[in-house]
């Protein structure tokens, strides 16, 4: 490894950037822009523009941007494929499976910073970085060992992430004992990687946010084991996922909290009011399928790590992002819900406060089925995104982007992004589209 060595620096290690003249020919990347007929009836208000990052059936990486304002789609086509192969190369010692890369490569989310678009794989070790104007990119990459759940997007020019190894990965595949587990960031400005601080914890992060106070990273660990819950010695009754974890480390205090959780939890929002609560989506969901209903948990991280309110249903299901926002006074949640719905969730009192159904076909989990197998296409949006103090919300799926009336529970707008017919996936777990957002 060509690597500058690490540099101690208070409060932790930094390494440069690893410069690769070979890294960069793994990545197939072209981008193509072209204009998108809006709907006459979008409010200007929704006329906003969208980051969509998604993958097709073979593996292919596509980020979407798309300018409502400017009726203009430009998108990155990104074949991995090479870059799969280097990596099954060079870790030859492990049992690495293609299919299982693309799932854990696929870029998950994505955000713009000073005109450049940033884009993260669900885990991975690297970043790709698009200059919005040109056909300009770059791979940021630090170390082929590493697999980072990096944050969703940048403060102060820095990408907070937390990271471990691909041996400790297989390690966890055998016994459940903690790994190290690095806690960082990388900074746009210098090209330098940062670990602030090492601890032993789970790997397996699903998402790292720094909080909007700036003062904690929060981790959300995925179930990564099934386990089959038995009656007695000879009989099976059910299967189910096992706890996986939450950690809140204080970055002034130098202090590390952490609980365990079930249902399987993934995505943490903040409320728009009080920075120290942050919502969970408890998703009840793995590579292998549903078990059950979900679950959003409502979090006070000023001191610790404390459980302060639930919302669940028998028909809640998926729920793959969740936002926050405030309409007439209210701070609501807006959510997708398999199959074909929106649910909105009063957040003071964790109560459902609407249920949109988006069309007539509905379809109900049998009860005692698990797992459950989503469809690998689904008219279900991926994501949602409420538009403030308005009764819209820009909800995205793999052919459209809708605009909800949710006052009226009428989609008054669609606009067929995906004008060249990538054949995009959404609900199924190693090839689902990645959590769209506002650029």
């Given at each position: 490894?060509?690597?500058?060595?690490?540099?101690?620096?208070?409060g932790?290690f930094?390494?440069?950037?690893?410069q690769?003249?070979?890294?960069?020919?793994?990545f197939?990347?072209?981008?193509?822009?072209?204009?998108?007929?809006?709907?006459v009836n979008?409010p200007d208000?929704?006329?906003?523009?969208?980051?969509?990052?998604?993958c097709?059936?073979?593996?292919?990486?596509?980020?979407?941007?798309?300018?409502l304002?400017?009726?203009?789609v430009?998108?990155?086509n990104?074949?991995?494929?090479?870059?799969?192969s280097?990596?099954?190369?060079?870790f030859s010692q492990?049992d690495?499976n293609?299919?299982?890369?693309?799932?854990r490569?696929?870029?998950?989310?994505?955000?713009v910073?000073h005109?450049?678009?940033?884009?993260?794989?669900?885990?991975?070790?690297?970043i790709l970085?698009?200059?919005?104007?040109?056909n300009?990119?770059?791979?940021?990459y630090?170390s082929m060992?590493?697999?980072?759940?990096?944050?969703n997007?940048?403060?102060?020019?820095n990408?907070?992430?937390?990271?471990?190894?691909?041996f400790?990965?297989?390690?966890?595949?055998?016994?459940?004992?903690?790994?190290q587990?690095?806690?960082g960031y990388?900074?746009?400005?210098?090209?330098?990687?940062c670990?602030?601080?090492s601890i032993?914890?789970?790997?397996s992060?699903?998402?790292?946010?720094?909080?909007p106070?700036g003062?904690?990273?929060?981790a959300?660990?995925?179930?990564?084991?099934?386990?089959?819950?038995?009656?007695?010695?000879?009989?099976?009754v059910?299967?189910?996922?096992?706890?996986s974890?939450?950690?809140?480390y204080?970055l002034?205090?130098?202090?590390?909290?952490m609980?365990?959780?079930?249902?399987?939890?993934a995505?943490?929002?903040?409320d728009?009011?009080?920075?120290?609560?942050?919502?969970?989506a408890?998703?009840?969901?793995?590579?292998?399928?549903c078990?059950?209903?979900?679950?959003?948990?409502?979090y006070?991280f000023?001191?610790?790590?404390?459980?302060?309110?639930?919302?669940?249903e028998?028909?809640?299901?998926?729920?793959?992002n969740?936002?926050?926002?405030?309409y007439?006074?209210e701070?609501?949640l807006a959510t997708?819900?398999?199959?074909?719905q929106?649910?909105?969730?009063?957040?003071?009192t964790?109560?459902?406060r609407?249920?949109?159904y988006?069309s007539?076909?509905?379809i109900?989990?049998?009860k005692?089925?698990?797992?459950f197998?989503?469809p690998?296409?689904?008219r279900?949006p991926y994501t949602?995104?409420?538009?403030?103090n308005?009764?819209?919300?820009?909800?995205c799926?793999?052919?459209?982007?809708?605009?909800?009336?949710f006052?009226?529970d009428?989609?008054?707008?669609?606009?067929e992004y995906n004008?060249?017919?990538?054949p995009?996936s959404?609900?199924?777990?190693?090839r689902?589209?990645?959590?769209s957002?506002?650029?």
């Amino acid at each position: 490894d060509k690597r500058s060595k690490l540099k101690y620096i208070e409060g932790g290690f930094i390494m440069a950037k690893y410069q690769s003249p070979e890294l960069k020919s793994l990545f197939k990347i072209e981008r193509h822009h072209y204009p998108v007929p809006v709907d006459v009836n979008i409010p200007d208000v929704c006329k906003k523009t969208v980051l969509l990052p998604a993958c097709d059936y073979d593996g292919v990486q596509y980020l979407y941007y798309i300018d409502l304002d400017k009726s203009l789609v430009i998108v990155w086509n990104v074949d991995i494929s090479l870059y799969i192969s280097h990596v099954i190369n060079q870790f030859s010692q492990f049992d690495l499976n293609t299919k299982e890369l693309y799932g854990r490569f696929a870029l998950h989310t994505s955000f713009v910073y000073h005109n450049r678009i940033y884009a993260l794989p669900a885990y991975g070790n690297f970043i790709l970085c698009f200059d919005i104007d040109s056909n300009e990119y770059e791979i940021i990459y630090d170390s082929m060992e590493h697999i980072y759940s990096f944050t969703n997007g940048a403060v102060n020019d820095n990408i907070y992430f937390t990271r471990w190894t691909i041996f400790d990965y297989f390690k966890r595949k055998s016994t459940e004992e903690d790994v190290q587990l690095d806690i960082g960031y990388y900074n746009i400005r210098s090209g330098e990687f940062c670990v602030i601080k090492s601890i032993l914890g789970p790997e397996s992060i699903h998402q790292t946010v720094l909080s909007p106070k700036g003062d904690k990273i929060i981790a959300v660990e995925v179930p990564r084991y099934e386990k089959n819950v038995e009656a007695n010695k000879n009989i099976t009754v059910s299967r189910a996922l096992q706890e996986s974890r939450i950690l809140s480390y204080d970055l002034f205090k130098n202090k590390l909290h952490m609980i365990s959780s079930d249902n399987g939890p993934a995505h943490i929002t903040f409320d728009i009011n009080d920075p120290d609560i942050g919502h969970i989506a408890c998703c009840n969901f793995s590579p292998l399928g549903c078990f059950g209903t979900a679950r959003i948990d409502k979090y006070d991280f000023e001191n610790g790590i404390v459980k302060i309110g639930t919302y669940e249903e028998e028909d809640f299901y998926r729920i793959p992002n969740h936002e926050i926002f405030e309409y007439d006074g209210e701070n609501l949640l807006a959510t997708p819900v398999y199959s074909n719905q929106v649910r909105l969730i009063n957040t003071s009192t964790m109560k459902c406060r609407k249920k949109i159904y988006l069309s007539d076909k509905h379809i109900t989990l049998e009860k005692g089925k698990v797992p459950f197998y989503y469809p690998f296409t689904d008219r279900t949006p991926y994501t949602v995104l409420p538009v403030n103090n308005t009764r819209y919300i820009v909800m995205c799926s793999i052919r459209s982007i809708d605009i909800l009336d949710f006052l009226e529970d009428k989609i008054i707008a669609k606009i067929e992004y995906n004008k060249q017919y990538n054949p995009l996936s959404s609900i199924n777990p190693l090839r689902a589209s990645g959590h769209s957002s506002f650029a």
